[in-house]
């Protein structure tokens, strides 16, 4: 399989390259650092600079040519604003999407997060609000689309190691930690299990091992 993973120098996505990696399939890194090259390829996945608040769908659908698979594992991340929720969170996850349909790549699997889908607490501090009203516009922009997506909400990432073990269901999922290296396990295993595609799961740690979780679900 040969996935392309947009936010490609992640915590996650270089988590989930090591595991491709590891089974043979090959991982393309979307990254806008060029210095974050070495850190991808040591991971065992080909770096692509791209800058997705500045690429064309055009521009990233030529990218994604011979790919099975496109992973949104992008982010603004902790320290930005509502101005890069809205420009990486959002709008990144719509060019993804569109590049992916220009291409004819239809698996894509999506990394949302806990607390979208619905609207922002009342009283909910800016930037959060800002970054859950960001994820909510981008699944719904893939919902709507002819692909066979995923989404996948986690609720709040820590770099524990694996545990191998989660809770994944439709919503609602009791909100809970869960490793980066289980979130990257189960994108895998969602790749693996394309019955998957067309559902909302949201992701926690829990008592079920990965691949039978994610199985019993497709
Ligand atoms: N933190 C939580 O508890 C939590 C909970 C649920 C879901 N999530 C979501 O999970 C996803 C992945 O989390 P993570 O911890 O792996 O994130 P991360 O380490 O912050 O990685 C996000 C990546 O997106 C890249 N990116 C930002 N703007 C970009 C652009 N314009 N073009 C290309 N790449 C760009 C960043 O690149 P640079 O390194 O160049 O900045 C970074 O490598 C995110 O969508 C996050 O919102 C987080």
Excluded at 32 to 38: D, F, K, M, Y
Aim: glycine share 10%; charged share 20%; net charge negative.
């Amino acid at each position: 399989m040969r996935l392309v993973i947009a936010g490609g120098h992640g915590k996650i996505a270089l988590l989930l390259e090591r595991l491709l990696a590891g089974r043979g399939d090959q991982a393309v890194a979307l990254i806008r650092n060029p210095a974050h090259v070495t850190d991808v390829q040591e991971a065992g996945a080909e770096a692509v600079v791209c800058d997705l608040e500045a690429a064309s769908a055009d521009d990233v659908a030529a990218l994604l040519s011979g790919a099975d698979a496109v992973a949104f594992a992008a982010g603004a991340g902790p320290g930005s604003g509502a101005p890069r929720k809205d420009s990486v969170d959002r709008a990144a996850s719509v060019l993804m999407a569109d590049a992916a349909e220009r291409a004819g790549v239809r698996r894509f699997v999506q990394v949302s997060s806990m607390g979208a889908g619905q609207p922002p607490q009342p009283g909910s501090d800016e930037v959060w609000a800002s970054y859950i009203t960001a994820k909510t516009a981008a699944e719904a922009d893939l919902r709507a689309r002819d692909l066979d997506w995923t989404i996948l909400r986690p609720g709040g990432l820590t770099d524990a190691p694996a545990t191998g073990k989660i809770r994944i269901a439709p919503p609602p999922v009791p909100r809970g930690a869960v490793p980066r290296a289980d979130v990257a396990a189960v994108i895998a295993a969602l790749l693996d299990n394309p019955g998957t595609r067309h559902q909302t799961l949201e992701l926690a740690g829990g008592d079920s091992p990965v691949a039978a979780a994610v199985h019993s679900i497709s």
